[in-house]
């Protein structure tokens, strides 16, 4: 999608949001929680502490509050091709350990701890995503990391929801080893696949057991997470 077409969306972008992801049970806040969530357990793990996030394709900023939330997170700067998204999310969020650009004013700068992107590369032109890949690789420092969201396409509830999603419809979604590929070829060394939101809000009880799951390809979303060699 360009950027014209998401500027369109930017004020509505919540609510299109939660129409599609209702039958879940859930609202965006939960997903963004879980996301952020795993990725803490996954960077704990290896005794990382980011102290400067790299949001990107940030939309509306949904995700800055929990990124804030990260063990050592002191700045998150979001960035997107979207300039009415990033104004909504500067309105929203914006503050002195948070801000946003537009992606065109982004100079990639090699002083990154994390980078993060969720749902951002399914709406890239697939000629075009090694380079989104390489502006994420030149923003981070040697050994910064890259959690990598994507949805999963192994998941009909996912293909579902995407089609009730009016800026998701036409996307053309990764499979997570395509996407390890490309983060490979970008020069990113892969350190572990997960899935994740297995389980609709009216199986919340058996969300214990996600954890466990997480190697197998069963949940709604996929993270990457890599690292800059």
Excluded at 127 to 136: G, I, K, Q, T
Excluded at 158 to 163: G, L, S
Excluded at 172 to 190: C, D, K, N, Q, V
Aim: with cysteine; proline share 7%; hydrophobic share 45%.
């Amino acid at each position: 999608m360009s950027q014209p077409e998401f500027d369109d969306f930017a004020e509505d972008y919540d609510s299109a949001l939660a129409r599609g992801i209702e039958i879940s049970g859930e609202d965006k806040e939960f997903f963004a929680q879980g996301r952020v969530s795993w990725l803490a357990n996954c960077l704990e793990r290896l005794g990382a502490r980011p102290r400067t996030i790299l949001d990107f394709g940030c939309g509306t900023g949904s995700a800055t509050p929990f990124l804030l939330g990260l063990q050592g997170a002191e700045s998150v700067l979001g960035v997107d091709i979207s300039a009415r998204s990033v104004a909504v999310a500067q309105r929203s969020w914006g503050a002195g350990n948070a801000r946003f650009l537009p992606l065109a004013n982004f100079p990639p700068a090699g002083d990154v701890d994390l980078a993060f992107c969720n749902g951002v590369f399914h709406h890239i032109p697939v000629p075009e995503r090694a380079a989104a890949v390489e502006l994420v690789y030149r923003a981070l420092r040697v050994g910064g990391y890259f959690a990598f969201w994507e949805n999963n396409p192994l998941n009909p509830g996912t293909r579902y929801v995407m089609r009730r999603i009016p800026f998701d419809r036409e996307a053309i979604l990764l499979w997570p080893r395509a996407a390890r590929r490309l983060l490979t070829e970008g020069g990113f060394h892969p350190l572990s696949t997960s899935f994740q939101f297995v389980f609709p809000r009216p199986l919340a009880w058996f969300r214990r057991i996600e954890p466990a799951l997480s190697r197998w390809p069963l949940g709604a979303q996929y993270m990457i997470l890599c690292r800059k060699t």
